[in-house]
């Protein structure tokens, strides 16, 4: 355990200090060159490396590295992941790119030019004419 805080176990800061040991001991062993094998969460969660695993690397940076794998476990066939048969809602975010610039855009038509648009608000359609 290198950190006190169970929030800061999965840190940047954590990782590169456990990184740290580990070279020390493989100097202290007389290893000189490394394999070294990545892994993430896997199965039906994420499969990328956490924020630690960059600074992990750049601490073993020192000696000589012959493979960096990745052995994240890929599912074939894994159970339903989260969010339900209509998936998560991201209509709040994707309405506000698409009619914020939409909006700016129509300030800068020259009067008489007429535009369609199509918002979504509420749940209901609604069509602008400018």
Known sequence: MKVKADRDESSPYAAMLAAQ????????????????????????????????????????????????????????????????????RLWSSLLHAICYPLAVAMKKLPSGVMLLSLCLSRGAFNFALY
């Open 21 to 88: 040991d580990v070279a020390q001991g493989c100097k202290e062993l007389g290893i000189t060159a490394l394999h070294i094998k990545l892994r993430a969460t896997g199965g039906n969660k994420t499969k990328t490396p956490g924020p630690g695993a960059q600074s992990a690397l750049r601490v073993l940076s020192g000696m000589k590295i012959g493979r960096i794998e990745d052995v994240t476990p890929v599912p074939s066939d894994s159970t339903r992941r989260r969010g339900g048969r209509r998936g998560r």
